[in-house]
């Protein structure tokens, strides 16, 4: 039994952000969140991976742009307006660690992991 399943988290339909979500230790993250049912907003400098493009197209992935460490106000203003917040934010960009003392947190219960 995996760690999640012991666990024992309804993750359905929950809005999770991933930074650094185009590749690596962050496209994984985020795919295995998409597979449990979690809607994900990745965000990176560069565009979503191509294995992104399936979740995107049903709706349950997106993709917002931006450098977090020159722009991250910007870009989670963005997300917010856009996806009324989250309830799970997996910091997996570096820079971004500023940013993470700004963010307002909403009624929404918010998880940082990272």
């Avoid at 809005?15 to 985020?30: C, D, P, Y």
């Amino acid at each position: 039994m995996s760690n999640m399943e012991k666990a024992n988290l309804n993750l359905d339909n929950k809005n999770a952000l991933v930074t650094g979500a185009s590749k690596g230790l962050g496209e994984q993250i985020a795919l295995g969140l998409l597979q449990r049912g979690v809607n994900v907003i990745g965000t990176s400098r560069t565009g979503p991976p191509e294995s992104f493009q399936p979740y995107i197209e049903q709706g349950q992935a997106s993709y917002v742009l931006g450098d977090l460490a020159n722009e991250g106000d910007k870009v989670i203003s963005d997300i917010y307006e856009k996806y009324q917040g989250f309830e799970i934010f997996i910091n997996n960009a570096g820079s971004f660690r500023q940013i993470i003392l700004r963010i307002q947190i909403r009624p929404k219960s918010v998880a940082i992991l990272g």
